[in-house]
């Protein structure tokens, strides 16, 4: 029998990057939020001193159990869909923060062609181009729409990088919040050799901070140390942005948002237009 406990105006499922930050948006202007997470809570301190590669990069340790629970998949609608039991590029997340903690940061905005493949394809060489049954699509906004929200983001994160940059990518209304990272003398050695055969070598925008910054939120961060343990890893500096250092401490702060870890939804109330609500299990209880 499931017990139905008090209702709440928002509910949101998994606090990974999408979660966090709408729980935070939403609690700073004052909505009531309950986030559940199926997986465990996170803290920087659960990374001091701890590189261990055994325990995260090879037995994925900060990932989904897919021996317990996983996805199921399938090529065609036509198969059966089956488990996946073993981890390939996909690497699902569970606990706070979800993949944002174990992400490399790497943090490249769309290109402003992304958003209009369909009709940029079509403008450059013709309908026939496309061959039939392709499912191209323009996404219906555009890069100069989406921009405030990178914009935003950037901000909110720290992100660090070149305004010397891929002479493709849209225009900025503000500089990139943080320098660069540091160069190594194989970048240099690879700046030069790409420069002089006439390419435009850049430094990537990345979410590991290049230096001490404070965000538009009030959150300050310490700058990266060059671990070099960043995917698959947390960052025990904070130095990676991720959700648990940058926007799940101001949902928190603002009174308005309760989490709840170890519990994992098993269904969408809904009538069909509208959901109502959610069933979940707390997963060390039952
Ligand atoms: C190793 C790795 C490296 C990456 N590197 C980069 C990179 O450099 N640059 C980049 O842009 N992207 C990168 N990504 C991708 C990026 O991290 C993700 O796209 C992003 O973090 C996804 O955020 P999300 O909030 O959509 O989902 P998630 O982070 O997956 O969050 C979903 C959350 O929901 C929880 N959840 C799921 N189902 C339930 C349920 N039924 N009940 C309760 N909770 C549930 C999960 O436990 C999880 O915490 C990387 C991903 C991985 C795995
Ligand atoms: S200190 Fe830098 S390299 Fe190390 S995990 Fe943190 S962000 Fe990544």
């Given at each position: ?12 499922v ?17 909505t ?63 606990g ?38 392709m ?15 990178f ?28 320098k ?11 700046e030069d ?10 430094m ?57 870890s ?5 269904q ?19």
């Amino acid at each position: 029998m499931a017990t139905k406990v008090p209702k709440v105006p928002v509910v949101i499922v998994g606090m990974g990057w999408v979660g966090g930050i709408i729980a935070a948006e939403l609690t700073k202007q004052g909505t009531k939020v309950v986030g559940l997470e199926r997986g465990k809570p996170r803290s920087t301190q659960d990374y001091y001193m701890v590189h261990d590669e055994l325990r995260y990069a090879l037995r994925y340790d900060l990932m989904q159990n897919l021996s317990r629970e996983t996805v199921t998949f399938r090529n065609n609608e036509k198969i059966t869909a089956v488990p996946m039991r073993e981890y390939g590029s996909f690497l699902l997340s569970e606990g706070l923060g979800g993949a944002g903690v174990h992400w490399n940061g790497q943090t490249f905005r769309f290109l402003p062609y992304d958003f209009e493949i369909y009709s940029k394809t079509v403008e450059r060489y013709g309908k026939k181009k496309i061959p039939d049954g392709m499912t191209l699509q323009d996404w219906g906004i555009t890069y100069d729409q989406l921009e405030p929200y990178f914009d935003k983001f950037e901000k909110l994160a720290g992100i660090s990088g070149d305004q010397e940059q891929n002479p493709l990518v849209g225009k900025r209304s503000s500089p990139f919040p943080t320098k660069p990272m540091v160069k190594t003398p194989v970048i240099k050695l690879f700046e030069d050799a790409t420069k002089k055969l006439g390419y435009h070598p850049y430094m990537m925008p990345s979410a590991n901070l290049s230096e001490q910054y404070t965000n538009p939120d009030g959150i300050t961060r310490a700058a990266c140390q060059y671990c070099g343990f960043c995917e698959r890893f947390g960052c025990e500096y904070g130095a990676k942005a991720d959700p648990v250092v940058t926007i799940l401490p101001i949902a928190q702060k603002s009174g308005n948002f309760e989490l709840r870890s170890y519990s994992n939804v098993i269904q969408i109330l809904h009538d069909g237009k509208k959901a109502s609500g959610v069933v979940y299990v707390n997963t060390v209880t039952g």
